[in-house]
């Protein structure tokens, strides 16, 4: 299994600051996801982020609110800018170790409560 | 976009009750997988299922398959408060495809 470390694991903050989370992996991975978790609710894919190329987000989801920086093939950043209660959740960093099988790993997660 | 149904979204349960959730598609799965998430971890992967009409076992939880493709099911036997979480379900990925999982079972069971 991939060893995937995320900080923070948890973090109170103010409205209308930002926040980067970071998440590191053991190995080198291609693709890496960032998936939001409201409280009681599944996973939603925030975005794929790719070594050397630009995030693609999912409908709902942008760049100026979501930016993603991936640079090298075990480092990722995302930060949630300008935040807002509703921007309270749990956000998921996860990766595909490459093998075929399809499974995903992911981290512990951040939980974020924004006041 | 597949889209997909788990029901019941929410089950709360004795310890040593036996129950089934379940998984749906409006179209086929080339394969799918169930994921547990505990309180406080990420999902981990439970199993993969390939071929229509297959069934897993692993321990206590049977796996099944639907023949056409398009529905899995997930049965507990004799439940541990050790099972409670979010089961997840989600079509695998293809090497460069994202992963969009379903809605979610949310599984509590008391002892």
């Known amino acids: 299994s991939a060893v995937i470390s995320q900080k923070p694991s948890r973090d109170i903050c103010q409205r209308g600051t930002s926040l980067t989370i970071q998440c590191q992996v053991d190995?080198?991975?291609?693709?890496m996801f960032w998936y939001r978790q409201q409280p009681g609710q599944s996973l939603t894919l925030i975005a794929t982020?790719?070594?050397?190329?630009?995030?693609?987000?999912e409908s709902g989801f942008v760049i100026d609110k979501f930016p993603i920086s991936r640079p090298n093939l075990t480092f990722s950043t995302l930060t949630v800018s300008n935040m807002s209660p509703e921007d309270s959740s749990i956000y998921l960093c996860?990766?595909?170790?490459?093998?075929?099988?399809?499974?995903?790993?992911f981290g512990e997660g951040s939980r974020l409560t924004v006041l | 976009t597949q889209l997909l149904e788990q029901s019941p979204q929410f089950l709360s349960i004795q310890e040593g009750e036996n129950l089934t959730v379940y998984c749906n598609s409006s179209?086929?799965?080339?394969?799918l997988q169930w994921y547990r998430q505990e309180p406080g971890e990420g999902p981990v992967l439970l199993v993969t299922?390939?071929?229509?009409?297959e069934v897993k076992k692993l321990k206590r939880l049977t796996f099944q398959f639907g023949d056409a493709r398009k529905d899995s099911s997930l049965h507990i036997t004799a439940a541990q408060p050790g099972d409670t979480g979010l089961y997840l379900c989600a079509p695998v990925k293809t090497s460069y495809d994202k992963v969009i999982f379903g809605p979610g079972t949310s599984l509590s069971v008391i002892p």
């Open positions: 996860s990766v595909d170790r490459g093998r075929n099988t399809g499974e995903l790993f």
């Open positions: 982020a790719n070594q050397g190329s630009e995030a693609t987000y």
């Open positions: 179209s086929v799965f080339s394969s």
């Open positions: 299922v390939v071929t229509g009409g």
């Open positions: 190995s080198q991975v291609t693709m």
